[in-house]
DNA sequence: TAATTTAGTGTAATCGATTACAGCAAAATC
DNA sequence: GATTTTGCTGTAATCGATTACACTAAATTA
């Protein structure tokens, strides 16, 4: 029941031409405002409702985009994704996600399924283990925009939203120094991924320009794990001379070194300043709030967004190459505001 | 650069017929082996991508689904549509987003442009102001699959997959009674949604099965916000006969108790115990982990993706209506465990 | 009045893949 | 040797909307 009507219904009902009738639908200014009245009237009239996928055929342009992460639910991730939806939804865009779980084999697949199904961009956040580009390249070749957001790769001719993880770190890090912290460690991310090398060249540089010197011992990777926070702090009180302050690039690693070091009788912020990465949504919420690096996740999606944006409705011909990048914003809490 | 190879293109190239080369890409048993090793062979040599545009068309399947939440960078919602995009991923379908900011105005525009698209089915939760349902009905009417998850409606002919909110709000209310609390006050979200008057019912009943007569005053209703949660503890505390526990149905009004109680001195567990509702992440992070009935919503949206599939690939004229409740889990955390 | 412009509509091809039907050659049967 | 069957391939219509081009009648101009 409940047929779709397409416009040859219409246009046998009216003894009028198919051309007519999408002419009358389009405000084709060739249509006279009698035709086009009567056409508009009985389409609603018969309930009648385009079939985007013949048009799409027709067209080559389909209205949906992609957006390929590692993972929907992670709070970042999924904050992103709502950022680009709020921003294309008004442009009639529908936005299909996917998942790579870190691996580069899915993100090769859900490229390749994408640029199949003709959508007309594609937004990503690459797998940490991405080295090669050559899958990405092919959107490129295809002539389908695609715009990097968060974890990008050099490809020419591609856009990409970031935040600007160096100046992330430089922050976080001054920050600690200003409240009186001289032994600051670290705790990176997996170092070949090139946001968390720029987190740890904002805290070397900080140090540097206020005349700290690093300790080698004091950088040490984890990963975004609560256990892997809790077994650094381990690790980096053994020894005689301790630090007063942790930067991390993980918000859960913060959070699990806070938990170490309450369980030594240590006081934050008073011994210890803390600062994590990501302003996960936990961190505000504890009963000792985390000051932590906010990467604007809603911000990224909406000018990840734009970027495409300007890109499809400028001239076809001409690529744009559009680099964007985003100033964190420090959200400074208890674990590390020593109210000076 | 790189335009697209069509079936015409292999077929000029081999001088045979398009409908030939259809054929041996789609494994036609008519196709001479020898036909088929060669169309398939020279299909890769010269790149060839199905258009699913043009089968789409023709089928009438896009292979792609639509879910519409209230927003996707809530939690909840995330994993569900995680579930959802894991599940049907691996038989070819590509998961839409949309959001209706819990108006329904938007939720009937989703409805209506998903429908316009072709999608193969919906998977909704209904806003929260949503009363009428003749914009979902129009799925029903155009034979589109929709299945509810977690805040349904009742429409004859379609399928949902909920918890047992009724079970959530027992559970948690009979742990309570289970750690010596007597006088246990619950924080109910709008009575007007489904779920909430649920887990409200969930409440009353175990205090009925426990021979406790519940206080009309100590049952009120909270959004979902902090302040919601240590305003009405401000409220409860006002009288004389103060509770000794709360239920609360959701877990930032919970937080929001806890924090109210504490700034006030009294003691978790010991003097109050407090209960959540949806496990947000945040609960297991708090210094006191907060006990809180979790949803499983990855569950959730797997099954919903199994019952969509189920009707799918069913006869097309016979239309399932399936209801699955799961079953909610309680995770016991420090918010309440007294360790008699 | 004849020639030309203009306004409005129709015809038919197109986007790319699928498939009912037709057709033809080789193999099998009588 | 004639007829039927089998195996494989081609022709053309189809999905629904768009649009270049053609065409007709009315309006305008010469």
New interface residues.
């Given amino acids: ?2 047929e ?1 009507v397409t416009i040859y219904d219409i246009s046998k009902k009216l003894k009028i031409s198919a051309a007519t009738v999408s002419r009358a639908l389009n405000n084709n200014p060739k249509i006279s405002e009698k035709t086009r009245e009567l056409v508009l009237k009985t389409a609603t009239e018969m309930n009648y ?6 048009q ?2 027709k067209s080559g342009r ?3 985009v ?1 957006v390929i992460v590692p ?3 992670r ?1 970042f991730f ?2 992103v ?2 950022g680009i ?2 921003e294309l ?1 008004p442009h009639g865009y ?6 790579t779980h870190e691996d580069v084999n899915n993100e090769i697949k859900q490229i ?2 994408l ?4 959508v007309d961009g594609i937004f990503m956040s690459v797998a940490k283990t991405t080295q090669d580009t050559t899958h990405i390249q092919k959107a490129l ?3 389908t925009p695609l715009v990097f957001f968060d974890r990008k790769k050099d490809v020419k001719g591609l856009s990409s939203v970031v935040i600007d993880d160096f100046k992330g770190g430089y922050l976080a890090t001054k920050h600690l120094i200003e409240q009186g912290c001289k032994k600051i460690a670290h705790f990176s991310g997996d170092l070949n991924v090139e946001i968390y090398k720029n987190r740890r060249q904002g805290y070397l540089k900080a140090l540097k320009d206020n005349g700290i010197t690093p300790l080698k011992r004091f950088s040490l990777p984890v990963n975004s794990k ?1 256990e892997s926070g809790t077994s650094a702090v381990k690790d980096l009180w053994k020894f005689d001379e301790k630090p007063d302050a942790i930067f991390s690039s993980s918000d859960y690693a913060a ?1 699990g070194a806070i ?1 170490e070091l ?1 369980q030594m009788g240590i006081k934050i912020p008073e011994e210890v300043c803390v600062v994590g990465f990501s302003n996960e ?2 961190t505000k ?4 709030p985390i000051t932590s690096v906010d990467q604007t996740p ?1 911000e990224m999606g909406k000018i990840a967004a734009q970027v495409f944006l300007e890109q499809i409705e400028g001239s076809k011909t001409l690529t744009i190459e559009k680099k964007v990048v985003l100033t964190p914003e420090l959200y400074i809490r208890d674990s590390s505001n020593r109210k000076l």
Avoid: W
């Fill in positions: 029941m409940a779709k409702k385009q079939n985007r996928l013949a799409a055929l389909t209205n949906n992609g993972f929907i639910n709070s999924s904050s994704i709502r939806e709020e939804s529908h936005v299909i996600i996917c998942q390749d399924t640029l199949n199904t003709q070749a295809e002539n609560l959070l938990q309450r949504p936990f919420y504890m009963e000792l809603f």
